[in-house]
């Protein structure tokens, strides 16, 4: 069964994702 | 009928930080089993299985496919149930019981809040839906 998710928010993007969304 | 996953392509390394997390490297592929907007998403990948952040992740059909919902810039009202420091200078803090509307939830579990004349991005874990 699917545990539930952890409980702390997740990480921003790594910076390879935010060059890409910019 | 067999069951087809999305597989996806992680796209920077990703170190677990929790029990129910996986750690993963850059160009796995993963199928995803479940996406939680809180950002969460749950995957395997050969015989792991775990949780990883939506934001590490881009399809491998269409990687320059945006996957997000449009921003709704009047704005859905949601209330926070936890508080959030900003940790970075595109965020915002709040504490709890704060009322606020909602602009864009993105997958990654990032939204972007207004409250006031501020705005800045928000974890979505820590906001639930005025009114409920």
New interface residues.
Partial sequence: S????????????????RRKQA | APIILDTYRVIADFEKTSKHEITLHTDDLVEIVEKNENGWWFCQCESKRGWIPASYLEPLDGPDEVEDADPNYEGEEYITIQAYKAEQEDEISLVVGETVEVIHKLLDGWWVVRKGDENGYFPSMFLSKAGK
């Avoid at chain 1, 699917?2 to 994702?17: A, C, D, G, L």
Wanted: aromatic share 0%; charged share 20%.
């Fill in positions: 699917i545990k539930n998710p952890p409980q702390n928010p997740p990480p921003r993007p790594p910076p390879e994702m």
